[in-house]
């Protein structure tokens, strides 16, 4: 069954999914249908959506993160794509367990065997979230704009005892500001690893930072965009190839390194003539600064080039950064 391919595609099946997507308050239960449904978004959706869980993992590494743990949970899985993807940056590590979950049982299904499919040896089972193991690393993608309030408190009341917590959304204002509401409910049983470079309240919570949301952008592998398949995707369900935002949030029970004086630059900056703004999270809360471009030529390239760490060390005066390093580039 996982030979399926583009040729065999079905646009419509898509298409519904992808209303679906764009309104949760629509979804009424569990919409995988049948297989095809689950292989046609797994060689699409879902593989968007592994490339997010690249650069999230990427960052993590850069912050010498490792798996704390040699089990997963991953809940709301859809077709196993965080777990898949968790397994393959980190080749070397000696997984044991994947226990998945979601309310559709198909999707069960089609995970634990995709996932089978490639790592026979490690015990893959299907448990709801009362019976997380208290050591896992759980992991929730794309999956909590479409939960109850009452599964989430369920999962999260389960999920303090793990060890860490990787959830992983689409960049969307709301799914950030939901990512949010899962950090601050969850920072006094963990430490915070990334995208902040602090443990305190989000900056992002104060009435002056309404209007912005925390977001990062990924960046699809090359040969997509050479690809008729995908150009076809793009135009059919009208997604812009080049724009893969996300919202994430890492937690651990262990302390990361200490970040001091280190900002997470927020979304995308904003260019103007000779000047952008751009924000900035630190321990001192989310500020918007503004660069002169003859300021530091070097930073203003990589901005615009939009390949970059995240991470900096500003020199400022006043809102102004004068220069900045990026820090593990
Ligand atoms: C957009 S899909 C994402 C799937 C997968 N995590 C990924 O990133 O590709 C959302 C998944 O969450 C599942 N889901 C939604 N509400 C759920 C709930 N209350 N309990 C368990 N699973 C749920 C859906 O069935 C679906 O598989």
Known sequence: ?????WDRIDWERLQRLRSLFLDPSSIDGPYWRDDNDLLAYDLTFAARIGWKWDAVLLELKRREWQPPSTRIYDWGCGTGIATRRLLAAFPDHPWKSVTLWDHSPLATDFARKRIEETHPGIDCRIQPPERIDPDS??????????????????????????????????????????????????????????????RN?????????VRHWCHHFGQPPGEVFMDGNWSRFARTLEID?????????????????????ESRFLGRPRLYKGYCRILSCQSSGVHEYELQKRSDKNLWKTLKKDRHSGLFHWEMEGDRIVSGREIGA
């Open 137 to 198: 690393i759980v992991l929730v993608s794309h999956a909590l704009g479409e939960a109850s309030e009452e599964d989430l408190r369920i999962l999260w009341e389960q999920a303090v005892t793990a060890r860490s917590v990787i959830v992983v959304e689409p960049g969307t204002y709301d799914s950030s500001r939901a990512v949010i509401v899962v950090r601050e409910s969850l920072r006094k049983h963990f430490q915070v690893v990334a995208p902040c470079t602090h």
């Open 201 to 209: 309240a989000c900056g992002l919570l104060i009435e002056e930072n």
């Open 1 to 5: 069954m996982f030979g399926y391919n």
């Open 241 to 261: 190839l080049r724009s893969l935002p996300y919202s994430f949030i890492a937690l651990d029970k262990r302390a990361p390194q200490e970040r001091v004086d």
